[in-house]
């Protein structure tokens, strides 16, 4: 199982960015539209903290207080992709962004979900 998120980049303040994380592997590639899929970052010095959640139907999402308003995160079960549409960017907003899948428990802990991708990079500056 391997979660691939892309689309991270340097960008302004107040400018936009679309993350991708593209879900495959024979045990879960299958199944992607059965799982709850979600959006965590990381920034140097700080805890991984929760962004965003979305249902395996996409018909519940979830946010960050901090990104609500300003972040979308959507699917396609037929990609088995998620995405995070980030407009509005701030340079509080820099970090290591990762997409995860759900096991169990809390959507908004981290130790909930399972199979962490790589991570991709954004980067906004004032």
């Known amino acids: 199982v391997q979660l691939q998120a892309s689309g991270g980049g340097l960008v302004q303040a107040g400018g936009s960015l679309r993350l991708s994380c593209a879900a495959s592997g024979s045990a879960f590639g299958f199944t992607f539209s059965s799982y709850n899929m979600g959006w965590f970052r990381q920034a140097p010095g700080k805890e991984r903290e929760f962004v965003a959640h979305i249902a395996w139907n996409g018909g519940s999402t979830y946010y960050a207080d901090s990104v609500k308003g300003r972040f979308t995160i959507s699917r396609d079960n037929a990609k088995n992709t998620v995405y995070l549409q980030m407009n509005s960017l701030k340079p509080e907003d820099t970090a290591v962004y990762y997409c995860?899948?759900?096991?169990?428990?809390?959507?908004?802990?981290?130790?909930?979900?399972?199979?962490w991708g790589q991570g991709t990079l954004v980067t906004v500056s004032s």
């Open positions: 995860a899948k759900i096991k169990s428990g809390p959507y908004f802990y981290k130790s909930s979900y399972e199979y």
